[in-house]
């Protein structure tokens, strides 16, 4: 069963930095890329970023390009999700997210997410 | 590409059906368009793939249609737990977008 546990979210000041975690189970974690996705409250769903399954290409949305770092450990079965420059408006539930049934152009599995909240 | 989905809220009664669409602003290559259901305090969840294929474990009640720019999910004989927002999204030269949401209520 695949499971897909985030961690790390907080309250932070704007401006201050957030390492976000997602610990993967139940596939093979190297073969899959992956994907954080995020809500703000009351709000719809935006895709942040995703990393193809050896790491060697990261894809990001216009509005966390050059804020936001996206890495894997394949050893540890873990995504992350370094954020610096944190805005309020980066305020969210982040999930993780993979499309290991149907391909990477969907999002199969999501974790239930971890709440970030930046404060002005 | 800019995903539209209409309408915002549908107002409906358990046993209803309910047609929701979601418009591109450019032809989706290869229609990989998918829809999600989310409810309260949960996580999506995907509904179809490819514009119609259901994913594993949802009812049949759930269907997707369409190509192109436009697509339509529809949920035949509505129960009690599919009040919830649906999402649509699509991969493309913008990476993956999501539609703004359209809330299914009673």
């Known amino acids: 069963e695949v499971q897909l546990v985030e961690s790390g979210g907080d309250l932070v000041q704007s401006g201050g930095s957030l390492r976000l975690s997602c610990a993967a189970s139940?596939?093979?974690?190297?073969?899959?890329?992956m994907n954080w996705v995020r809500q703000a409250p009351g709000k719809g769903l935006e895709w942040v970023s995703c990393i193809i399954g050896n790491g060697d290409d990261t894809y990001y949305a216009d509005s966390v390009k050059g804020r936001f770092t996206i890495s894997r450990d394949n050893s540890k079965n873990t995504l992350y999700l370094q954020m610096t420059g944190l805005r309020a408006d980066d305020t969210a539930v982040y999930y993780c997210a993979n499309g290991v049934d149907n391909g990477w152009y969907y999002f199969d599995y999501w974790g239930l997410g971890t709440q970030v909240t930046v404060s002005s | 590409i800019v995903l539209t989905q209409s309408p915002g809220t549908l107002s409906l009664s358990p046993g209803d059906s309910a047609t929701l669409s979601c418009r591109a602003s450019?032809?989706?290559?290869?229609?990989?368009l998918a829809w999600y259901q989310q409810k309260p305090g949960q996580s999506p969840r995907l509904l179809i793939y490819t514009a119609s294929y259901r994913a594993a474990g949802i009812p049949d009640r759930f269907s997707g249609s369409g190509s192109g720019t436009d697509f339509t999910l529809t949920i035949t004989r509505l129960e009690p737990e599919d009040f919830a927002v649906y999402y649509c999204q699509l991969h493309g030269t913008s990476l993956w977008t999501f539609g703004q949401g359209t809330k299914v209520e009673i």
């Open positions: 139940g596939f093979t974690f190297s073969s899959y890329a």
């Open positions: 450019q032809s989706v290559r290869n229609n990989y």
